[in-house]
């Protein structure tokens, strides 16, 4: 047998690389031995039958919350995966260095979806019971935070820093300062979550380089990249002219249609489209990635505009594997079979907005490291 798995029939959409056309991909392993136009079946041990549906590059859902086990706020991402048509997720910020070894052997290690990590600051979040000043005890955790971004270069990507009042309190500006300080320091991205001020988000943009990351840059919340007049924030506009990457991060609380719509109608669309899965939100509002994208479908992007935002754009941002994001022969074997159906779709916001969709995407089955998930 030449292949262990073919996916035969389906209609490949791979916008990162402007691939688009009806093409069999060949697995060997845990690469991408062939995509070619008629694979014959007798040369595959296994045979996924994609006909009248979309196969696109491994989904990857860039902010999540999957330490199944260590956090009640977390879910199982292989259970995820298998669902939504997901391979990989980056978690944002649930684990910090000291847990970081137990969420490597347990989790990255262990599961057979691919899972990523922004380190979590400590001490961000607003204690009441506890006032001691965040500025030491962030300075008492840099040791160990810089030893794991050293000793695990290969899934560490980042920091995420809380920047919003409500979640992190007084410690928001000094997170902020304590991130950009050690992302400076190791050379990576820091991604920044907001929603209330102070601080206020023209202060927090200002701290941002090329290749950081704006979290629920749509929130509706008052950390707005949108002025009184829904205009887009010339301070927030310098930053993506810079470099930073603007991330959707739905979560329960941080996607609003309205915000969106402005954006969009100013040609300013995300660069990221991710959920913020959690056990807040993953029985709505945000229920999937491929939930998340037909809002996007809904607001009037195009398919590949939205499949490109959670392929080839995410991929980027992690930038560690040949082929992760694309559809590519010596490429990782992540692969993401979708169904394009007539609905309709009825779509909620955080603000309890709806949108209704005719044609949107359905999961329907997950491919990483060549096999088949759930
Ligand atoms: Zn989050």
């Known amino acids: 047998m030449t292949y262990d798995l073919l996916i035969k029939g389906g209609e490949v959409l791979d916008p990162g690389q402007n691939l688009r056309g009806k093409l069999d991909i060949?697995?060997?392993?845990?690469?991408?031995?062939?995509?070619?136009?008629?694979?014959?079946?007798?040369?595959?041990?296994?045979?996924?039958?994609?006909?009248?549906?979309?196969?696109?590059?491994?989904?990857?859902?860039?902010?999540?919350?999957?330490?199944?086990?260590?956090?009640?706020?977390?879910?199982?991402?292989?259970?995820?995966?298998?669902?939504?048509?997901?391979?990989?997720h980056v978690d944002a910020g649930t684990v910090d260095a000291g847990a970081l070894p137990g969420f490597r052997r347990f989790i990255i290690d262990a599961f057979n979806s691919r899972v990523f990590v922004f380190l979590r600051i400590p001490w961000q979040q607003h204690?009441?019971?506890?006032?001691?000043?965040?500025?030491?005890?962030?300075?008492?955790?840099?040791?160990?935070?810089?030893?794991?971004?050293?000793?695990?270069?290969?899934?560490?990507?980042?920091?995420?820093?809380?920047?919003?009042?409500?979640?992190a309190g007084d410690a928001t500006v000094p997170n902020m300062i304590y991130a950009r300080e050690v992302a400076d320091r190791h050379d990576i991205p820091i991604m920044v979550h907001i929603s209330t001020s102070p601080p206020d988000i023209d202060w927090i943009v200002s701290l941002l380089k090329e290749g950081d990351i704006l979290s629920h840059c749509f929130t509706?919340?008052?950390?707005?990249?949108?002025?009184?007049?829904?205009?887009?924030?010339?301070?927030?506009?310098?930053?993506?002219?810079?470099?930073?990457?603007?991330?959707?991060?739905?979560?329960?609380?941080?996607?609003?249609?309205?915000?969106?719509?402005?954006?969009?109608?100013?040609?300013?669309?995300?660069?990221?489209?991710?959920?913020?899965?959690?056990?807040?939100?993953?029985?709505?509002?945000?229920?999937?990635?491929?939930?998340?994208?037909?809002?996007?479908?809904?607001?009037?992007?195009?398919?590949?505009?939205?499949?490109?935002?959670?392929?080839?754009?995410?991929?980027?941002?992690?930038?560690r594997l040949e082929g992760l994001g694309a559809l590519k022969v010596g490429g990782v074997a992540d692969v993401s079979i979708l169904r394009y159906e007539e609905g309709p779709f009825e779509l909620v916001d955080c603000h309890r907005v709806t949108k209704k969709l005719d044609k949107g995407l359905v999961p329907d089955t997950a491919v990483c490291r060549g096999k088949v998930l759930g």
């Open 26 to 88: 060949a697995i060997q392993g845990a690469k991408i031995a062939a995509i070619e136009p008629d694979i014959p079946e007798g040369q595959a041990a296994q045979v996924l039958d994609a006909k009248g549906k979309l196969v696109t590059p491994g989904l990857i859902d860039l902010h999540a919350h999957v330490a199944w086990g260590f956090s009640g706020l977390s879910v199982d991402p292989d259970v995820e995966a298998a669902k939504g048509a997901v391979t990989t």
């Open 127 to 167: 204690r009441f019971d506890a006032p001691q000043d965040p500025r030491n005890a962030l300075q008492a955790h840099r040791g160990e935070a810089e030893r794991a971004i050293e000793e695990n270069p290969d899934v560490v990507l980042g920091l995420k820093a809380y920047a919003g009042y409500n979640v």
């Open 220 to 319: 509706g919340h008052d950390q707005k990249v949108v002025d009184m007049y829904g205009k887009i924030r010339p301070a927030v506009k310098e930053a993506r002219e810079r470099g930073v990457i603007l991330d959707i991060g739905h979560g329960g609380g941080s996607f609003s249609f309205k915000v969106a719509q402005q954006m969009l109608d100013q040609g300013e669309p995300p660069d990221v489209i991710s959920t913020d899965l959690h056990t807040g939100s993953v029985n709505g509002p945000v229920w999937t990635l491929v939930t998340t994208l037909n809002k996007f479908l809904a607001l009037g992007m195009s398919l590949e505009d939205v499949i490109l935002r959670a392929t080839a754009a995410p991929a980027k941002v992690i930038n």
